[in-house]
């Protein structure tokens, strides 16, 4: 997967993405939320992303 201009991110309330955010370290999950980019772990935290890239899918079970 490449990194897609934040730009272009989707921007849907509560849906979780990984937002690069290179002046906070790199890569955060956030989620867009009434106008900005929240970190989904703590949102009174505001990221300020210049890219993203969809959640990937959870692994499947290793039996």
Known sequence: MTPR???TAP???DTPLLLFCP???GWHTG???RGKWLAYIDMSVVLK???WLP???DPPDAD
């Open 55 to 57: 959640v990937p899918a």
């Open 49 to 51: 992303p210049s890219h």
């Open 31 to 33: 989620v867009w939320f």
């Open 11 to 13: 921007e849907e309330d």
């Open 23 to 25: 002046d906070q370290g």
């Open 5 to 7: 201009p934040i730009s």
